[in-house]
């Protein structure tokens, strides 16, 4: 069974950086594109960025491409999300989400591409 907890969000002030991780537990997560998601308060789930299984090809939404930037290190189980240059809109829950398999090389966007998704960590920016 896939397990995703994410960690690192909090606090943090207009301009702060913030590191989120994702540890996976219960698989070998080289086999698992992943990608991160965050939801606000009254909103839909949207896509932040992504990340193929080799961790050579990434994509990002065009609201935090420059910002933010996804990197992972398969031989810890391991994803994080850079988050630099917050902005009080970026404000959400942030969801660590993988899926199984695919092309190596491929990264996904559209939420139902995945199957495990972990429980989220609240990131709020005050301006």
């Known amino acids: 069974q896939v397990q995703l907890v994410e960690s690192g969000g909090g606090l943090a002030q207009a301009g702060d950086s913030l590191r989120l991780s994702c540890a996976a537990s219960?698989?070998?997560?080289?086999?698992?594109?992943v990608g991160w998601f965050r939801q606000a308060p009254g909103k839909d789930r949207e896509f932040v960025a992504a990340?193929?299984?080799?961790?050579?090809?990434?994509g990002y939404s065009e609201s935090v491409k420059g910002r933010f930037a996804v990197s992972r290190d398969n031989a810890k189980n391991m994803v994080y999300l850079q988050m630099n240059s917050l902005k009080p809109e970026d404000t959400a829950v942030y969801y660590c989400?993988?899926?199984?398999?695919?092309?190596?090389?491929?990264?996904?966007?559209?939420?139902?591409?995945?199957?495990?998704w972990g429980q989220g960590t609240q990131v709020t920016v005050s301006s």
């Open positions: 989400t993988a899926r199984q398999g695919g092309y190596i090389e491929r990264y996904y966007t559209v939420p139902t591409s995945y199957n495990y």
């Open positions: 990340i193929s299984r080799s961790g050579v090809s990434t």
């Open positions: 219960g698989v070998f997560l080289v086999t698992y594109a």
